[in-house]
Nanobody, 126 residues
Framework: VQLQASGGGLVQTGDSLRLSCAASEGTFSRGVMAWFRQAPGKEREFVAARRWSYGSTHYADSVKGRFTISRDNAKNTVYLQMNNLRPEDTAVYYC????????????????????WGQGTLVTVSS
């Protein structure tokens, strides 16, 4: 499985941006698709995840209510809609997937994911 993340850019506080993660094959009917981010000098952190088999979506507290995961099966693409962006959202954003039905406590752990996209940079100016 290959993942291609795109859609990053430079925006201002309060703006919106939509990131895309295109998969080389159909991976959105099983397992988990997640978004992580890594700010300069910081560890990679969990942003959001969708567990396809359970139909559940989970968000980090810092983005809850502002970010939304969605998908387009026809395009084999998952999106992260980011609204009301803040300077602290500045980071390289990565999409990741794993074919297993990860339990909740595993969703936020980077080591649980077998496949990663290359990352796309989001910069939010104040």
């Amino acid at each position: 499985v290959q993942l291609q993340a795109s859609g990053g850019g430079l925006v201002q506080t309060g703006d919106s941006l939509r990131l895309s993660c295109a998969a080389s094959e159909g991976t959105f009917s099983r397992g988990v698709m997640a978004w992580f981010r890594q700010a300069p000098g910081k560890e990679r952190e969990f942003v959001a995840a969708r567990r396809w088999s359970y139909g559940s979506t989970h968000y980090a507290d810092s983005v809850k209510g502002r970010f939304t995961i969605s998908r387009d099966n026809a395009k084999n693409t998952v999106y992260l809609q980011m609204n009301n962006l803040r300077p602290e959202d500045t980071a390289v954003y990565y999409c990741a997937t794993d074919p297993r039905n990860l339990i909740l406590s595993s969703l936020r752990r980077t080591q649980e994911y077998d496949y990663w996209g290359q990352g796309t940079l989001v910069t939010v100016s104040s």
